[in-house]
């Protein structure tokens, strides 16, 4: 069967982070669908992270993009946090916000209501330095490997969080339901998953150009992950959707899971 799906080449090749942001992440005074996801998202990540149940040493962000929207609140309840990214540009481009590098995107407006969500606005500046601090690393990942960090040698992890990347990387489920096995490897047994996953969407757009999505339904995730070893303790479909000159979606998918304990028995 011939597959349309967008490769790992044309990321490489074709996907502009520039335009990324700019199509998502960049706002005027009116409102737009892509503000309202984003600010739901933030405040599902809040009550995540903030109220405490999901926290310790380190995370490790799979498929982090040229965003860091989704470590503002994570960054207050890691110590150490590990970006990872298939494409070389996209981690230029958060290395260039980590380091404050000339041209870096301006996240201080999503950074300010993140930090009124968590009680005091004022102290935005402050966050921007403690994530700079807690980001120790930013490698190449690649979720359709066994190894999806590579040779890189981490300690496995207490959360791994991935927003709108399974969909983005994995053509068909079986794949999927091979990454998330393969990413199961970086997490410790009881560790937490945070997801985030657009639902039911085949494409979205950026710039002019358009990328695959893998389109899934909450029950076939919910399925996958049960089948890769996590439990889902929260999950939570959000009826918003981006833009339809961007994409089809249907909802916005929220879900934190846990890593099954596999305690090896004495066979008898
Ligand atoms: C995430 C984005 C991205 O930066 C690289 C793909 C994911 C821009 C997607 C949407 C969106 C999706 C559908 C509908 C919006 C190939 C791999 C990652 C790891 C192998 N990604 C990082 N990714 O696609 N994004 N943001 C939004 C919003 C509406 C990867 C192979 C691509 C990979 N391992």
């Not at 809040?46 to 490790?60: A, H």
């Not at 870096?104 to 994530?131: I, M, T």
């Not at 489920?173 to 998953?193: C, E, I, M, R, V």
Request: hydrophobic share 35%.
């Amino acid at each position: 069967m011939e597959s349309n799906f967008t490769t790992k080449d044309a990321y490489l090749n074709c996907f502009s982070p520039r335009t990324y942001l700019q199509n998502y992440y960049t706002f005027g005074s009116s409102p737009s669908q892509e503000k309202q996801v984003l600010m739901h998202n933030l405040r599902k990540l809040s009550e995540t992270f903030s109220l405490g149940q999901v926290k310790g040493d380190l995370l490790i962000d799979i498929g982090t993009g040229p965003t860091i929207y989704q470590l503002l609140s994570a960054c207050e309840s890691f110590k150490e946090i590990v970006a990872t990214d298939y494409t070389d540009q996209n981690r230029e481009e958060l290395i260039r916000w980590l380091k404050k590098e000339p041209g870096a995107f301006d996240w201080s407006p999503v950074v300010k209501y993140v930090c009124e969500l968590e009680g005091d606005r004022e102290k935005w500046a402050e966050k921007e330095e403690k994530l700079r601090v807690r980001v120790k690393q930013v490698l190449k990942c690649d979720v359709t490997q066994s190894q999806p960090l590579g040779s890189a040698s981490l300690p496995q992890a207490d959360c791994l969080l991935t927003t709108y990347c399974l969909e983005a990387a994995c053509k068909d489920l079986p794949t999927y339901q091979q990454a998330l096995k393969n990413l199961s490897s970086l997490l410790k047994p009881g560790g937490f998953l945070v997801l985030l996953s657009v639902l039911k969407s085949k494409f979205y757009i950026i710039g002019d150009e358009r990328f695959s999505c893998l389109s899934l339904t909450q029950e076939e995730i919910e399925a996958a992950l049960q089948k890769a070893g996590f439990t889902s303790e929260q999950s939570e479909v959000i009826p918003h959707h981006y833009s339809r000159a961007y994409t089809d979606n249907e909802g916005i998918l929220f879900l934190v899971g846990r890593k099954l304990n596999t305690s090896v028995g004495i066979q008898g």
